[in-house]
């Protein structure tokens, strides 16, 4: 998956040796340039690799038009099918349901209709213990039953429990992306509690003014969403180019929200 | 004067420190990504930078559509206005006359409608020779006709030749740049006797039937094209990815046509 692809994406995945070619779904926040730009260098190249598998693509209204515009001029019939999904800024959204993990979109305030993506891992088949499995004989009803998560109870009435022949599952995970937005309170509900949020911070409070105008966040206001969404940890990025050292941010932020981290390109954030 | 545009320029030409906020003219040869995909980049970082200095576009057909869509979705009003004029693949077509120099497209032959482009450059103002004028009282006319690169003959039979009067000039310089093509013999004529021609060398003779296929050129090609053409000077580039070594390209190059250099990104050619 992947979320925005601003001018140079395909060079940055080339440069972090990450398979491109394993994207399956592509998430689009808004239409600025800096958030799509990358995108029809990036089909051309799936088109000229001979991709097959289709790719599924979230975007605004526009993004449909605007892909098509180009593969037509440039006569591309693709070697792989899109199915272009329409994201709207309403409220949220499932546009992404799998074995694995669902994908949400949720709105943001910005100056073109633009969404927040939030990505919530679902809890995967439990692990049974063995020594318990090798000692009693248990029916194959039950064992299946046991690794979905759930208790079972035989027809005659024995009773086996997740908590006594599984192992604790590893709590299911949880991520939210919030590409461009002015400071928005209500946000926090779409965001409540993941483990790891990513907001903007174009500026600094000292540009309090031009942020509101060109409807962005200070670093302190991405720390009192996070805060106020009692987020576990807070990822700051999409910053300015007016600041060439970025320790001012994390200052701002941190009285505010303590686990926080600037984003630098290229890293990898564990949850 | 940009020509063609692949996605990443804009980031190239800041590494490069090319101060892109003096390009004027930008010139696209033909939609195929990799040679127009960075235009809209570029586009908006102009208006970002609140360019106001009218900027003028020359591509095929379609390019025009394009940019239209990205910014009416975008919702931008661009802080400059776009002059965009339409290339055709008709014939040598003349696109810019300023006092310096004239730039023309002419046709070549790919899978879309392609044109390349001819720089050249004009005669400037010839210098006179400062102890003749010392010496001798020209008339006013006189030296307007010569600084002209003409003889001047005054109304009493006086004659002043340019060739006593002036110092030779430089010689006007030529540059021709052929993006992608198939090889066209005809091509010769459109950049005959350039100083220096830029020609696309996807392939290797080795893979001639592929070039052929894709309509692109081998390193051999390209090379008996600047024979024929009695170019100056030739350099080859659009290399396909495939050649992870690219002496060959000039071994394969050169005995056709010795004068011969491998482009290199970031590179100035002095002509």
Known sequence: MLIDCGEGTQMQLRRFRLKYSKLDYIFISHLHGDHYLGLIGLLSSFHLARRSNPLTIFGPKGLDEIISTHFRWSNTQLTYSIDFHITTDDGLNLLVNTPQLMVYSFPLRHRLPTT????????????????????????VEAIKSLRKGMDYIGVDGSFYPVREYCYPQEPTRTYAYCSDTIYWPELKEYIAEVDLLYHESTFLDAEKERAELTMHSTAGQAASIAAAASVKKLILGHFSSRYKDLNPMLEEAKPIFENVELSVEGETYQL
């Open 116 to 139: 927040g993506f939030l990505i919530k891992e679902k809890a995967g088949l439990s692990n049974l213990i063995k020594s318990k499995l090798e000692a009693e004989k248990l029916p």
